[in-house]
């Protein structure tokens, strides 16, 4: 895959996909289904995340699956939506020094 940023990106076979003309048809797919607003693509990265994220999925595993290099990336790029992830980490913390102390 090319770098981050560049207008062209390959798929499978030889034909090169313009980053244009991908956000051109996803729109075309969202007003065809009915969905109203303006959608880019990365609105499905996005969701991904926060549905993984809301499901338990361990930060490195999301990073993992949505390529990034580590998991830096992406609680940099993800903290908002991996903020369920944090909150579950403190609230175990909490259970397990609640119970060690009572």
Request: a positive charge; proline letters at 2%.
């Amino acid at each position: 895959m090319k770098a981050s940023g560049e207008s062209q990106r390959k798929s499978q076979g030889s034909a090169t996909l313009h980053a244009s003309h991908v956000r051109r048809d996803f729109r075309a797919l969202c007003k065809k289904a009915g969905i109203e607003g303006v959608w880019a693509p990365r609105e499905l990265r996005h969701t991904f995340v926060s549905v993984m994220s809301e499901s338990g999925v361990a930060v490195e595993e999301i990073a993992h699956l949505a390529g990034h290099a580590s998991s830096r990336t992406t609680e940099t790029i993800y903290r908002r939506e991996l903020r369920p992830v944090i909150t579950t980490g403190a609230d175990v913390m909490d259970r397990i020094f609640i119970s060690t102390t009572t």
